[in-house]
């Protein structure tokens, strides 16, 4: 008796271990957790297309990648977003290029006045070789470049006279951020430039403290300075860039077959930020239109890149790594 109760015992533990083999068989694996960082509002653009990366990203993947978007720079400001990413705390980001010079020195080249000729030339290069190497640059600091987003074209504005040639500028106290190449970009012109925190702008132009800034369509309507600063000239100074970027450790976690779906997920959502920037720069435009602003043309751009030289010049001097590059992005704009 004994022995068949102990034959009994061992025989049901070997089906429970089956039993248990088989259901864990039978469960999917458990989906890795991807928490996104983003700085701007859901609606935003950008926020609409990293939400639809998500998506595809859990769909492509069956389920084994489920991003999750967290909105409003909740999880910190971009430079620490930036180590967080490439450390692995965060999965994946949208940064923009300006503030990435610090850590990675080639991007600084993106924030020199009138590198790109139009947003479309923007779009051109870095898509192509020369954004590769942008890309190649990140991944040394760890971070993973798969598609580019853009933030559109950065233009002068103020409460005085159109800017149609670099000597409007003259004499102008214009708010620009806080990067020697935006302060040397105004005062090369004859301004005065002021770095000043951005929420800070609109009181600044209406009590004259400054007379004018520099920003997009979509900044300039949503920001209400349009109400004070009447004058936008299509100066069209600064294009930056921005990345969906994934950590590396992160995307090296993935197989083969799921680092494909990501990417694919992150150039889907790229071409979809690109068409709703157009669109929210159109609704911009024609609100501030409606609400009497003046917009003019700059027909020689030329000239306002002449006065750049000396920035050029300073750049290459300090950064002769980076002349070859500078050069490469003009050329491919020829």
């Known amino acids: 008796m004994q022995t068949r109760k102990r034959f009994s015992v061992a025989g049901c533990l070997q089906v429970t271990a089956i039993a248990g083999a088989l259901a864990a068989m039978a469960m999917p694996a458990q989906a890795d957790q991807w928490r996104g960082w983003n700085i701007h509002p859901p609606g935003y653009p950008n926020s609409v297309a990293l939400e639809s990366f998500a998506q595809e990203v859990a769909e492509k993947t069956d389920g084994r990648v489920e991003p999750k978007v967290y909105h409003n720079g909740v999880l910190g400001d971009q430079p620490d977003a930036i180590e967080q990413v490439r450390s692995g705390a965060l999965d994946f980001a949208n940064f923009n290029m300006g503030p990435m010079g610090p850590i990675v020195p080639a991007t600084n080249v993106l924030s020199l006045p009138f590198i790109f000729n ?35 074209a950065r233009s002068l504005y103020n409460t005085d006279h159109p800017i149609k040639t670099p000597d409007d500028v003259k004499g102008v106290k214009a708010r620009v951020m806080n990067n020697d190449l935006y302060v040397k970009m105004i005062d090369n012109m004859g301004g005065n430039a002021t770095p000043m925190a951005y929420g800070e702008v609109y009181q600044a132009l209406k009590t004259g403290v400054i007379d004018g800034a520099e920003n997009n369509y979509p900044s300039y309507e949503s920001s209400g300075h349009y109400e004070v600063a009447k004058y936008y000239s299509l100066t069209e100074h600064l294009i930056l860039p921005e990345c969906l970027c994934v950590a590396k450790s992160s995307w090296e976690a993935l197989s083969e077959e799921d680092q494909k779906a990501v990417r694919e997920a992150a150039e889907d959502a790229a071409k979809e930020q690109r068409q709703l920037w157009e669109k929210g720069v159109e609704k911009s435009k024609q609100k501030v239109l409606d609400a009497g602003v003046k917009i003019n043309e700059v027909d020689d751009k030329a000239a306002f890149q002449e006065k750049m030289q000396p920035i050029y010049d300073e750049f290459v001097k300090q950064n002769p790594q980076l002349e070859s590059l500078v050069k490469d992005i003009q050329a491919a704009q020829q």
């Open 118 to 152: 139009s947003v479309e030339d923007m779009y051109k290069v870095m898509d192509g070789e020369i954004g590769q190497r942008f890309a190649d640059a990140l991944a040394e600091k760890n971070l993973i470049a798969l598609s580019w987003f853009g933030s559109g």
